[in-house]
T-cell receptor
């Protein structure tokens, strides 16, 4: 089974509106972290937001928030007040366990296009 | 505040040649990672170092691939006898150390094209 699933086709949103990008994950480890990264067409991976499996509250970071539903194993990214510069690929990633286990497992990504 | 630096940005080479990429992590970060990203996919983990020790290698890292991090500073990734399937973006990332909440900070990548 895939560890990170991002199945939405290309997403479109009108400028200044909110958009939700879906991510489901699969792990049997009770300790894990979930990350969202943005990759513009220029190629760099930009860290957006983090959610830990033991965190009691949903993470927020400026216009980004994470809708974390642990029982459903979903960690959807919500972008509020979309801007043209938000057009990019968005990747959900997971780190399982802790300590020496450090690698990230990424989903296939979602393309977001913001319309003026 | 300098980020993760990768060199070169682009590499075009003929099949069968050897190539070497360099990554300079953020200076206080003791963990360094290599990922490979093919078109339309998310990055796939290759290997990572804590200081100079290589702690994990993916099965994707065949015996043609080798990575080093002498003295726990910069790292190099070498691919010997390149094949068409090696064409990809090679991403390097670094993080401060232990802790589930430590994000990995990525460089701009090296895009490898095999002719």
């Amino acid at each position: 089974a895939q560890k990170i699933t991002q199945t939405q086709p290309g997403m479109f949103v009108q400028e200044k509106e909110a958009v939700t990008l879906d991510c489901t994950y699969d792990t049997s480890d009770p300790s894990y972290g979930l990350f969202w990264y943005k990759q513009p067409s220029s190629g760099e991976m930009i860290f957006l937001i983090y959610q830990g499996s033991y965190d009691q509250q949903n993470a927020t970071e400026g216009r980004y928030s994470l809708n974390f539903q642990k029982a459903r194993k979903s960690a959807n990214l919500v972008i509020s007040a979309s801007q043209l510069g938000d057009s990019a690929m968005y990747f959900c990633a997971m780190r399982e366990g802790g300590g020496a286990n450090s690698k990230l497992t990424f989903g296939k990504g979602i393309t977001l296009s913001v319309r003026p | 505040d300098t980020g993760v630096s990768q060199d070169p940005r682009h590499k075009i080479t003929k099949r069968g040649q050897n190539v070497t990429f360099r990554c300079d992590p953020i200076s206080e970060h003791n963990r360094l990672y290599w990922y490979r990203q093919t078109l339309g996919q998310g990055p796939e983990f290759l290997t990572y170092f804590q200081n100079e020790a290589q702690l994990e290698k993916s099965r994707l890292l065949s015996d043609r691939f080798s990575a080093e991090r002498p003295k726990g500073s910069f790292s190099t990734l070498e691919i010997q006898r390149t094949e068409q399937g090696d064409s990809a973006m090679y991403l390097c990332a670094s993080s401060p150390g232990q802790g589930r909440n430590q994000p990995q900070h990525f460089g701009d990548g090296t895009r490898l094209s095999i002719l």
